[in-house]
């Protein structure tokens, strides 16, 4: 139940951070950066809000901010994968291993991602006291929920 509730928590982590520059068009490169820019400050807010120690949540922003750019970089790598799976699809003489090749590279990099991520909140996590978590965690469902509809609001992360 905990290995759920930690997938959960990640996911709506990641979700709730790129939500933003999914939902509003991260095609558009100036919009992306503004909205990563949002999310940003949106989260930098609910941790001034939660977590009381100021050194702590400095360090906590930090590990949010790394966590961001991870998610904004697996984002980019996923763009070209597709970008590059497209023009591989018009080939007409490509063969199947040219595209298994640029699966197995999407996998491998959104499983780099993810380890990198898990232990980012594991980091983050490890500053945090059992309340700041919680709160972070249900502030962060309900900031998720937004792009994502009201599952993401009622799964629990704790």
């Given amino acids: 139940m905990r290995y759920r509730s930690l997938l959960v928590l ?3 982590l990641a979700a709730g951070l790129s939500g933003c520059s999914h939902h509003h068009g991260s095609y558009e490169h100036g919009k992306g950066d503004y909205y990563w820019s949002k999310a940003s ?3 930098s807010g609910l941790i001034e809000k939660h977590v ?3 050194e ?3 360090q906590v922003n930090v590990v949010m901010g790394e966590m961001i750019t991870e998610i904004k970089s697996a984002r980019e790598q996923h763009r070209q994968s ?3 799976l497209y023009e591989l699809n018009a080939n007409y003489s490509a063969s199947p291993e040219e595209f298994t090749k640029i699966l197995d590279e999407l996998n491998t990099n959104r499983m780099r ?6 232990g980012l909140r594991f980091k983050m996590k490890s500053l945090l006291t059992a ?4 709160a972070m965690s249900d502030e962060l469902k309900r900031y998720g929920s ?3 509809g009201k599952g993401a609001e009622g799964a629990s992360a704790h």
């Fill in 41 to 43: 400050q949106d989260v």
């Fill in 82 to 84: 597709h970008r590059a």
């Fill in 52 to 54: 009381k120690n100021p």
């Fill in 10 to 12: 990640v996911g709506v």
């Fill in 146 to 148: 937004r792009y994502y």
């Fill in 113 to 118: 991602s993810a380890a990198k991520i898990l």
């Fill in 56 to 58: 702590t949540a400095k």
């Fill in 131 to 134: 309340e700041e978590w919680t």
